[in-house]
């Protein structure tokens, strides 16, 4: 008796303290059941008038509506050996809605879950009549594929043959069982969370987001709703008119993930904080992202565009026509002027080039040109004062001689035969040398 209860206080304590992780994420999803999460905070500036996007993404809450439920929820025990090599051996698997498959023929009859595991949230492990081949490492692995949840719970198996050594304690990291050789063992894995035990048959209001919007000032309980999104495509808008036609939701957001809110034409008295809240209820999922919003003054246009002039006899009954812009351009007179008078200028300032190369090649041409008859001129005049010379020489000498008293009338008549040139007559000449 005594025994008995040393062991039920012994898993009492064990259960407070082993699956730690397991009972704090069950309290914490049943706290966020109340209340969301925040994941994110941004801000976000624009200039007034403009259309801004507040993007909230998430793929864990993507609608995939998938009728296969025996196969999105499973458990699996692992068992790790120390040795020869640290090798992993699958030793069971069990689906919500499926039987339990054992892979070792050696553990047929001998290891095994509760029936009642998905309903009750105790996926422990049952181990009969131990043997030391049973020592290791075993792993409690909770897999939820359409919520995307993954958790493993560990716990260490030690065998012993001696009964005072029996004793359950916890090593900072993972339980630890040390058992009776030819015992029966219960591995603890226990997890009451909605999303491992329970299947609302009403799929489309387990999943809903929502924008809040808090002016400057409000407190986030009394935040005003701008928008509901259900997973069966129903929307929900909140506040006036133009408040519903300004902000919207894409209708494919839960076939995208993308629960984005756009806001166009935006304005001062748009500015304050924007809440976005994803709530999956089935998967245990409470978010929300905050976006703070501050509203510049408008861009100014420098320049704007030509607008066209009303006509008078405008039908409003018929379809208004594109906008035609008006351009204005220059005089064609003054348009065509223009360049001509550059072509003009260009062909003067060509032709006056031309005009100073003519000059300058022909001014060196007469300077060498009149040099060579300068030179001809001297030398002729030369040549003409030499000739002047002889002859004055010629006439003194005549003078001299005439001045002179020829000493018989033989030298005088050979001074003149010798002065005046003598005449041959070839005629007579051929005469004689016939005779």
């Known amino acids: 008796m005594k025994t008995e209860r040393e062991d039920i206080i012994l898993q009492a304590l064990l259960l407070i303290h082993i699956p730690v992780a397991c009972l704090f994420t069950a309290v914490s999803g049943q706290s966020d059941s ?24 998430s793929g864990r809450m993507v609608w995939t509506r998938d009728r296969v439920r025996d196969r999105q929820r499973v458990v699996h025990w692992d068992l790790y050996r120390a040795r020869p090599d640290y090798a992993m051996e699958r030793v069971l698997d069990m689906f919500s809605a499926g039987d339990q498959r054992i892979y070792n023929s050696y553990n047929l009859g001998r290891v ?81 969370r909605n999303v491992w035990t329970d299947w609302s048959e009403e799929e489309e209001d387990q999943q809903v987001v929502h ?23 129903e929307q929900r808008s909140y506040g006036p008119l133009f408040l519903q036609r300004k902000m919207n939701i894409s209708s494919r957001a839960f076939s995208e993930g993308d629960f984005s809110l756009s806001i166009s034409d935006l304005q001062p008295t748009d500015q304050g904080m924007y809440s976005c809240h994803l709530h999956h209820h ?36 018929k379809a208004e026509s594109p906008p035609v812009i008006n351009v204005i351009l220059p005089d064609q007179r003054h348009h065509f002027l223009l360049p001509l008078g550059y072509v003009l200028t260009s062909f003067l300032l060509l032709a006056f080039i031309i005009l100073i190369i003519i000059l300058i090649t022909r001014r060196r041409r007469t300077k060498e040109f ?11 005049h030369s040549s003409s004062e030499e000739f002047e010379m002889d002859v004055a020489e010629v006439n003194v000498c005549s003078q001299e001689e005439r001045r002179l008293d020829y000493k018989n009338n033989l030298l005088k008549e050979k001074v003149h035969m010798n002065s005046q040139p003598k005449v041959i007559d070839l005629d007579k000449e051929m005469q004689k040398f016939s005779k």
């Open 112 to 192: 095994g879950l509760s029936q009642t595991a998905f309903k009750d949230g105790n996926f422990s492990l049952v181990i009969k009549d131990v043997t030391m081949n049973d020592r290791g490492l075993y792993s409690c692995n909770l897999h939820h594929l359409y919520c995307h949840l993954y958790e493993t719970v560990r716990v260490q198996l030690n065998v012993t043959k001696s009964r005072r050594k029996e004793q359950r304690f916890w090593d900072g990291q993972k339980a630890v069982y040390v058992v009776l050789l030819g015992s029966t063992v219960v591995l603890p894995c226990i997890n009451r």
């Open 370 to 380: 009149y040099p060579q008859t300068s030179m001809r001129s001297s030398r002729s």
């Open 211 to 233: 924008w809040d919007r808090q002016s400057p000032g409000v407190r986030h309980d009394r935040a005003d709703r701008l928008v509901d999104l259900y997973a069966s495509g």
């Open 282 to 317: 089935y998967c245990g999922l409470h978010e929300r992202r905050e976006f703070q919003i501050t509203v510049e003054p408008p861009v100014i246009q420098t320049t704007l565009p030509a607008k066209a002039l009303p006509s008078e006899d405008k039908d409003t009954t």
């Open 34 to 57: 109340s209340s969301s999460v925040v994941v994110a905070g941004y801000n976000v500036s624009a200039p007034a008038g403009s259309r801004v996007v507040l993007q909230c993404v």
